[in-house]
């Protein structure tokens, strides 16, 4: 754990409820989780002193969702924390599976926790998903599609496989065979045109 954070200096020094205090039967708040909630995460800016407890590796991804929110703006901050927590909560089987009953409390915070975790990983993929469509052309994913790549690639794969294929259609290595000449020149433009882009 990163005791340098800025999150658990903020833990240290803020005043601590009495109810805020682990105890040995609080269990991990994290959906699922039947572990102790030896560790405290807190609960969120419109939370001031109010904790969640998680065990040591739910502590580390809930608190994973706080370090995505750096760079963010205050504004985009509150729009976020407010969506999570006002929006589709998820409807929760009680006692599934012989697990105990969990307290109103529990479900509460585990709904809270698991809808903001969920939306930030869609988040993540969705802005990972669109940067690198951004960077990319359609001559390039074109170009790329015509060596069996996509946008993923990277200069040392789009290489590899012209190569490949170069080689595989090349007339002088195919006894002469010219019918794959067509095929070949198409790759070759493609190959010239990545490398203009920076692809290859
Ligand atoms: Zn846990």
């Not at 009495?18 to 572990?35: H, K, L, V």
């Not at 909560?89 to 479900?107: D, L």
């Not at 585990?110 to 001559?139: C, D, P, T, W």
Request: proline fraction near 4%; hydrophobic fraction near 35%.
């Amino acid at each position: 754990m990163n005791l340098n954070s800025p999150l658990f200096d903020k833990v240290r020094t803020r005043p601590v409820a009495e109810e805020a205090r682990p105890n040995e039967e609080r269990g991990c708040q994290y959906p699922g989780c039947q572990r102790k909630g030896d560790f405290r995460a807190p609960r969120g800016r419109d939370y001031e002193g109010q904790y969640l407890f998680f065990c040591i590796d739910h502590v580390r991804e809930y608190n994973q969702t706080y370090n995505y929110f750096n760079g963010m703006s205050d504004a985009a901050v509150q729009a976020f924390m407010k969506d999570a927590l006002t929006g589709h909560r998820p409807t929760w089987a009680s006692g599934v599976n012989g697990a105990p009953e969990p307290s109103a409390t529990k479900i509460d915070s585990a709904a809270i926790l698991r809808e903001r975790i969920e939306r930030l990983r869609r988040m993540r993929a969705e802005a990972q998903a669109q940067s690198s469509k951004k960077r990319v052309g359609k001559l390039a994913l074109k170009a790329l599609e015509s060596l069996g790549l996509d946008e993923t690639a990277d200069k040392a794969s789009v290489r590899r496989r012209f190569k490949e294929m170069a080689k595989r259609l090349h007339p002088d290595l195919n006894d002469g065979d010219r019918s794959r000449e067509d095929k070949l020149r198409v790759i070759i433009d493609a190959y010239n045109y990545l490398k203009t882009v920076g692809f290859a």
